[in-house]
């Protein structure tokens, strides 16, 4: 009986937070963040987060609670491998289209998101930087297309968002005669325009 009443008060309780929601919506609006790269394997060398930049636009279509996030957004993720005495730095410059799926709790303009999807990159501008002696042991090849999957979550504050995402490579990328997958955490703030 406890576990009845308690099921019935939760599916109340998320139905009414979830109300404002029910009619068809659509959004606009633009955002920019930081994020950090890392490589899933870097063998025998170190791999160290650094700080790279997002900045685009993103749509959100919902109704019955759920809604629809695909984004485009210009991307920086940098990465520095060393060992051995050696060191290379790798940044590429890619356009990244989120397609996310998730649900909003909240109404009034407040609320949190909850959200996942698919992510494809392309790449745009790939650069490395390194010594002589390091350019066949630390080279590492980013492809022209990536993809990856994205889970997180977001607070809305009337017009203002600030979300918190983890990226997880699922392309794999050539990296000192065996492969990686680059993942990275961003965070983000947006701006409905309307």
Known sequence: MKKLILTITIVLVTTLITSAQIS??????????????SLSNSGPFNNNNQAGYLAGFWARVGALGFNFQPEAYLSNKDVTISGNGLQSEAKFTSIDVPLLFGTKVGAFGFGARFYTGPMVSF??????????????????????????????????????????????????QSYNASSTKINLFNLSLGYKLF
């Open 123 to 172: 790449a745009i501008n790939k650069n490395q930087s390194y010594g002589n002696a390091a350019s066949n042991v630390l080279r590492f090849d980013y492809r022209d297309q990536n993809y990856a999957w994205q889970i997180g979550t977001g607070i809305d504050i009337r017009k203002i968002s600030l979300d918190l995402r983890y990226e997880a490579g699922l392309s794999s």
């Open 24 to 37: 068809p919506s659509f959004q606009f609006g633009a955002k920019a963040g930081i994020n950090t790269s």
